[in-house]
């Protein structure tokens, strides 16, 4: 027991040394990216990359009189390699900035380096509401499940759907949004028949999505997590839900505008809730949409690459105000308060909560000019987390 309380003394020691060693550096600031860039979330990191890259590609790499470098790990999705290679970039590459994080998990594993080391960690995609609580440096420049799934639990009661069958992926934001829509949604005077969840890794979705056929609801309410979408599609159709005359409302992630355009006709007339949609129609946005493909071989741009455009704003224009100085709480308090125009709307960090405020769309998939799109009818403006409204 002494030998492990050693061991975790000098590993405290460690994270704090790195901290003041990185801040000491003459001249780089640098921030530490963890994305799944391989195993089946991949396709997040690789958007969260390239939205990171367009950011400084379109304004310079030198902020605050500091030249930006940006190291990306792959932590393959997986929390026990998240928390490793978060520690090594602290202490072995004395990054300045924590950033990424594509799943809950992963953020989680994460935030215990990030107050030991005082490094502030941007949390770029991931979604559950309790992230910011795990630790007092985290910032969060992606969305919350609350703040969508309330929304479109709202519509829905208004236009016509009084019974679901909420179907979710069994982790932190699936519990999220099966907890927040039902609790809406019954508050509004609607029934939730039955709730079930699949599993995270390697789901099928058919058995699942027969009970919901055999229970007859209006709509089946589903959360899956970005890019298993298009699956969710191809078995709702095979199974006839959309047949039987079932409607399917989602939380954003299911029609994600990387994969929607695979999805077939079957995904048309969906109604989603989300914070973006490649289809916003902003004129920042649509020159965002243009070079995010031009960079990237015409690859759409979904919410996790908006998500760490703007973590890089929030870092960068934090940078700005310290010049690199005051370490990492100075970092942090100059990220807290930022106001701007993203191109998903209007964004506000919450100084006192650290999260994201932003409009919450709610959203129907179309087809435009060949493409299926997500497109916005209605804006619910400056959405705080109701996770945290108190």
Known sequence: MHKRSLLKALALTSL???AGQALAQDGTFKIGVLAPMT???????KQM???IKLYLAQNGN???GKKV???????TGTPDVAKRLAQELVINDKVNVLAGFGLTPLAFASAPIATQSKTPLVVMAAATSSITEASPYIVR????VPQVVTALADWASKNGI?????????????VDSEKYFKDRFVLNGGTVIETLRVPLRNPDFAPFLQKVRDAKPDALFTFVPSGAGSVLMKQFAERGLDKAGIRMIAEGSVTDDDILNGMGDVSLGVVTAHHYSAAHDSALNKKFVEAFGKANNGMRPNFMGVGAYDGMRVITEALKVTKGAGGGDALLAAMKGQIFESPRGPIFIDAQTRDVVHNIYIRKVERRNGQLVNTEFQTIPDV???GKAK
């Open 162 to 174: 009084k019974s679901v069958v909420s179907l979710v992926t069994d982790y932190a934001p699936g």
């Open 62 to 64: 030198s902020f605050g």
């Open 49 to 51: 990359e390239a939205g």
């Open 141 to 144: 420049t992606s969305f919350t």
């Open 69 to 75: 470098e940006v190291i990306l790990r792959d932590d």
């Open 16 to 18: 704090a040394v790195a």
């Open 384 to 386: 705080k987390d109701p």
């Open 39 to 45: 195993g089946p979330f991949a396709s997040t990191g």
